[in-house]
């Protein structure tokens, strides 16, 4: 069985908006490591797509949009995620999103923002991720990149 997940340290975040109790933290840039069964090599690939959990409440304030150290000078604001909690019910993911995700029962999200003590952090009755378009290929990882 093939597996992918969204490797949030280092995931580039677009927008993160909460209305009527909908938390939607938009991915401009997630990074998919996949991994083939049998295989030691994984490949890292990234692709647009957003995070989305539906009655939710706020456990801290949103982080506001300012300058981050990551921008370039005149251009848009870049937040990077550092890494966090995904948690759908008894499962907790760290630093990662498994691909697919859908889920009822008590979802939660605590994401770390790099250069920034603020946090996206809600909890909430579901969970999906939503991705766009098709994922675009960065390189292979072979196991002496990542550590294993």
Known sequence: MDSSSIRLPGSELAEIRFDDGTLRIAFARAYIIKTMTGSAEKTLWWQAGTLILDNAELLAPLPERGAKPESEPGSEPVLICD??????????????????????????????????????????????????????????????????
């Open 83 to 148: 890494g966090g909690d995904i948690d759908e019910n008894v499962y907790t993911y760290r630093d990662m999103i498994p691909i697919p995700l859908e889920s009822r029962g008590l979802c939660r999200c605590d994401l770390k923002l790099r250069g920034s003590e603020a946090r996206i952090s809600a909890q909430g009755e579901t969970i999906r991720l939503a991705m766009e378009a098709v994922p675009k290929y960065i390189e292979h990882i072979r196991p002496e990149q990542d550590g294993g």
